[in-house]
């Protein structure tokens, strides 16, 4: 059973840098799958942030694409997201997801979510 | 970008009555690749239906997804306790994902 778990610091200051990190168990992270973040503002809906492939080819939204960057690490099976110059507006739950295949990208696989508050 | 509207916002209903959940988009969605999944508080998204009618694995029979290009619709038969969620379509189908706003199944 396939399972992702996030971690990072739960706080950032405003115009800082917040990074996250999904740790994938039960499956290697170098499968044909794509590997994704997701966020949702307290109770707010969800919002795609972007994505990357085993071979770290990336995907971002747009409206997110200049402050975002999403690295992968096959070696310790994780994979990362880096927010720059965050405001209040970036304080969401974020959620690591994985696609079902590399061609369905509907997600089967979520992590707990971690909420990351972007204090003054 | 496709925008998916959802409507109802909320819809309150009694147990085992049906529930009916539409998604629409600004533009067809590329092969009905269209997701359901349904939250609850304080848990992340599961999923419900991928492929617009597609059962995931270990959902329900009461759950079925329906529609084409720029329609789609989430029912539920006979409202179990614990459907009672906030529910969100999402499509796959362009390079940019993207979900609806979310509709909740609440208790009348």
């Known amino acids: 059973q396939v399972q992702l778990q996030e971690s990072g610091p739960g706080l950032v200051k405003s115009s800082g840098t917040l990074s996250l990190t999904c740790a994938v168990s039960?499956?290697?992270?170098?499968?044909?799958?794509?590997w994704n973040w997701v966020r949702q503002p307290p109770g707010k809906g969800l919002e795609w942030i972007g994505e990357i492939s085993p071979s770290g080819t990336t995907n971002y939204n747009p409206s997110l694409k200049s402050r975002v960057t999403i690295s992968i690490d096959t070696s310790k099976n994780h994979f990362s997201l880096r927010l720059t110059s965050v405001t209040a507006a970036d304080t969401a739950i974020y959620f690591c997801?994985?696609?079902?295949?590399?061609?369905?990208?509907?997600?089967?696989?979520w992590g707990q979510g971690t909420l990351v508050t972007v204090s003054s | 970008e496709i925008v998916l509207t959802q409507s109802p916002g909320t819809l309150s209903l009694s147990p085992g009555e049906r529930a009916t959940l539409s998604c629409r988009a600004s533009q067809s969605v590329s092969s009905n690749y269209l997701a359901w999944y349904q939250q609850k508080p304080g848990q992340a998204p599961r999923l419900l239906i991928y492929?617009?009618?597609s059962r995931a694995t270990g959902i329900p029979d009461r759950f079925s997804g329906s529609g084409s290009g720029t329609d789609f619709t989430l029912t539920i038969n006979r409202l179990e306790p614990e459907d009672f969620a906030v529910y969100y379509c999402h499509q796959y189908g362009s390079s940019l994902r993207t979900f609806g706003q979310g509709t909740k199944v609440e208790i009348k």
């Open positions: 997801a994985r696609t079902a295949t590399s061609w369905y990208y509907y997600f089967n696989y």
């Open positions: 492929g617009a009618s």
């Open positions: 039960g499956g290697s992270i170098s499968s044909s799958h794509w």
